[in-house]
């Protein structure tokens, strides 16, 4: 019984300080998390930024909040989703 608990805990443990020395795990976990959190929310935001605000995909077609017209694709326009005729360049 007491082997179950103990046995998880060391499992969790492990995970965690595998380098031994759990002060200094968390402050490489600090600068590790900062500075891998950075370049993969530029990332993230380069490939879903422009694609979420400029124009929005619908696999099955929805209609032009100006004509109507089913499009996949609608791009913004003061705040309403428009497809490519009807969208302003
Ligand atoms: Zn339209």
């Given at each position: 019984m007491a082997e179950d608990t103990?046995?998880?805990?060391f499992l969790d443990a492990g995970d965690e300080s595998e380098d031994e020395g759990e002060s200094g795990t968390s402050a490489?976990?600090?600068t590790t998390e900062a500075g891998s959190e950075a370049p993969d929310a530029e990332a993230t935001t380069d490939a879903v930024d422009p694609a979420v605000t400029t124009y929005a995909w619908?696999?099955?077609?929805?209609?032009?909040?100006?004509c109507g017209e089913v499009v996949e694709r609608r791009w913004t326009q003061d705040g309403l989703l428009v497809c490519g005729a009807c969208k302003c360049w």
């Open positions: 103990s046995l998880e805990d490489e976990d600090d619908s696999p099955e077609g929805a209609a032009c909040a100006e």
